[in-house]
């Protein structure tokens, strides 16, 4: 659904969305709840036709057979069968044409607090749900800014928690920056290669003791990097909770 405004004389895509939750619909910040009537200032649809054409070819059958009944008994079977093919045929042409309606439609929207906003719409659908907008019980002016205030002060404490969890994390992170620093793959994968390696030579394996060592040693960051996330998770709900006492 697109509706676009003229009120700068250019067509602008307007923005349609809740006030707050299952509320009212806004239309540029203008609650389609209050609209009162729909009026149609100008219809500057057009309209395309598209054509194709086909030809079918149909044939007498009856004339066919006793052709090649005739052409059988005089000529033998051969000449029967040419003067089978021989019969009558009749082609027709049809026309098939698809018209699209390219619907372009100047409105003016009336308001119940005397705003009026012309605006261009482009489908029938859209104008259907304008229309149906009319009919539908506008919400108390009294419970729409109750609820508006309850919105607001939600959204403002979900900003408050946001903004408390980042403060948060950068302590966890000011505090994990040495266990992090502690997560080297290159030089524990290189170590435990060169150990390995070591190992293999004295067992004549020295190939397979390089890539033992080097999975080793990366399987071995990779627990140490699981459990420091769970340190950090931890220490996360730690000073959450002491923010809160």
């Known amino acids: 659904m697109e ?13 349609i969305k809740e006030s707050f939750d299952n509320g009212p619909l806004l239309l540029n910040e203008q609650r389609l709840d209050l609209l009162e009537n729909v009026e149609v ?5 057009t309209m395309t036709t598209y054509g194709t054409g086909s030809a079918v070819t149909t044939s007498s059958s009856g004339s066919m057979i006793g052709r090649g009944i005739v052409g059988a008994v005089i000529a033998g079977p051969t000449v029967g069968l040419v ?8 082609t027709t042409s049809q ?3 698809t018209e699209v309606v390219n619907l372009e439609v100047t409105i003016k929207l009336t308001f ?18 304008l229309l149906s907008m009319i009919t539908t019980l506008p919400m108390k ?8 205030e309850l919105e607001k002060q939600k959204l403002l404490r979900l900003k408050a928690e946001e903004s408390e969890k ?17 997560n080297s793959y290159t030089l524990t994968c290189i170590m435990c290669s060169i150990i390995g390696g070591l190992i293999g030579l004295y067992y004549e394996y020295i190939v397979v003791g390089v890539i033992l060592g080097f999975l080793f040693g990366h399987l ?3 627990i140490k990097k699981n459990k420091n996330q769970d340190k950090r998770l931890a220490l996360f709900n730690q000073l959450k909770s002491e923010k809160k006492t």
């Not at 200032?41 to 649809?45: G, Y």
């Not at 003067?83 to 009749?90: D, E, H, P």
């Not at 719409?121 to 749900?129: A, G, H, L, N, R």
């Open 83 to 90: 003067a089978a093919l021989s019969g009558k045929k009749n």
């Open 41 to 45: 200032l100008l219809n500057s649809s």
């Open 3 to 15: 509706i676009y405004t003229l009120e700068t004389g250019t067509p602008q895509l307007a923005i």
């Open 95 to 97: 026309n098939v044409s």
């Open 166 to 182: 980042k403060l948060i994390w950068g302590k966890v992170d000011e505090t994990m920056k040495l266990y992090d620093a502690s």
């Open 220 to 222: 071995y960051e990779d």
């Open 112 to 129: 119940s607090d005397n705003f009026i906003l012309n605006a261009l719409i482009k489908d029938q659908e859209t104008y259907q749900f």
């Open 141 to 148: 002016e009294q419970d729409y800014f109750h609820r508006y």
